[in-house]
Each structure stands twice: as C-alpha cells, then as structure tokens.
Nanobody, 118 residues
C-alpha cells in the first residue's frame, strides 16, 4: 500500500525558514505528481505547490518567490523549502500523490504542523 510520511514541521519566527520532506513508499515514485497542500483552522485545504515527475512546478500565488518544491526521484522524496515565512503560512501541511495531475490526489500523508510566530 502507498504511504506518505511527512517531516520537518515546527515553530519558527516570521521571516524564518523551514524545509518539509515527504517520503513515498509502497509504489513507484516516478509515476506520481507530488504536491504540498495546507489547511489552517476554519479554512479549506489548498494547494501550495506541486511538481510533476519531469519536475515541472506550480505554486499558489501566495507563496511564489518564497517557497520551492523539489523532488528526488532516486530516493522517493519530495521537499518544500519555505523561506520568508509569514504568520499566515501557519497551517497543517500535507503531502499528496496524484497519478493524474488533472484530478485530485490519490494518496495523502497525515500532515505536519507549521506555526509561524509574529
């Protein structure tokens, strides 16, 4: 079975940086579009960034220029480098895997909390 395991969340001051990692196991990593989503209390889950197997990327307008998504196809890992963090970036961040990027994710991780203090 496919499993996604996130790591790297935590508490950081505004202006700081964090790097999230996600390991996919149980399937062939190169088949999937990989994405990071986030959900803050009272808000809907939203796409933050995604990367195709060929490393084409897409970002939410709110994080462009601050966040970078990347993937390591050899080690089944996807990363989200988050710089210049703002309090409004605080949320639970979820890793997701999609067999077809036109549709929603097929698999989700359990999420990792990111809290940015002002």
């Amino acid at each position: 079975q496919v499993r996604l395991e996130e790591s790297g969340g935590g508490l950081v001051e505004a202006g700081g940086s964090l790097r999230l990692s996600c390991l996919l196991s149980g399937s062939i990593f190169k088949l999937y579009d990989m994405g990071w989503y986030r959900q803050a209390p009272g808000n809907e889950r939203e796409l933050v960034a995604s990367v195709t197997p060929g490393r084409s990327t897409r970002y939410a307008d709110s994080v462009k220029g601050r966040f970078t998504i990347s993937r390591d196809n050899s080690n089944n890992l996807v990363f989200l480098q988050m710089n210049s963090l703002k309090p409004e970036d605080s949320a639970v961040y979820y890793c997701a895997a999609s067999l077809d990027g036109r549709y929603g994710p097929d698999y989700w991780g359990q999420g990792t909390q990111v809290t940015v203090s002002s």
